[in-house]
C-alpha cells in the first residue's frame, strides 16, 4: 500500500518560514516525480514545485526564489521549504508522486498571517 503523509503545515506569520515533509512508503521513492500542490479556499489546486529523478526542480512563479523543493531517496522523503511567507501563500498543500499511477498525502494546512 502507497502512503504519502505530509507535515510540518501550521500558522506563520508574514515573513516567516515553515519546512514540509512528505514521508513516502510503499513505493520506490527514486523512481518518481515529487510535487507540490497547494489549494486556497474556493481555488483550483495548483502545482507549486517539482523535482524529477535526476533531481531538476521548477517552480511556480509566485514562489520562484522563496521556496525550494528538495529529496532524499533513501529517506524516501521529499521538503518543501518556505521562506518569506505571504498571506497569499494560506493553503492546503499537498504532495504527489507521479510515475506508474499517481499518489496524494492527505494534504496539510497552511496559514499565513498575523
Known amino acids: 500500500q502507497v502512503t504519502l503523509v505530509e507535515s510540518g503545515g501550521g500558522l506563520v506569520q508574514p515573513g516567516g518560514s515553515l519546512r514540509l515533509s512528505c514521508v513516502v512508503s510503499g513505493l520506490t521513492l527514486r523512481r518518481y516525480v515529487m510535487s507540490w500542490y497547494r489549494q486556497a479556499p474556493g481555488k483550483e489546486r495548483e502545482l507549486v514545485s517539482r523535482?524529477?529523478?535526476?533531481?531538476?526542480?521548477n517552480y511556480s512563479d509566485s514562489v520562484k526564489g522563496r521556496f525550494i523543493i528538495s529529496r532524499d531517496n533513501d529517506k524516501n522523503t521529499v521538503w518543501l521549504q518556505m521562506n518569506s511567507l505571504k498571506p497569499e501563500d494560506t493553503a492546503v498543500y499537498y504532495c504527489?508522486?507521479?510515475?506508474?499511477?499517481?499518489?496524494w498525502g492527505q494534504g496539510t494546512q497552511v496559514t499565513v498571517s498575523s
Open positions: 523535482i524529477t529523478t535526476n533531481d531538476d526542480t
Open positions: 504527489q508522486a507521479q510515475w506508474i499511477g499517481t499518489y
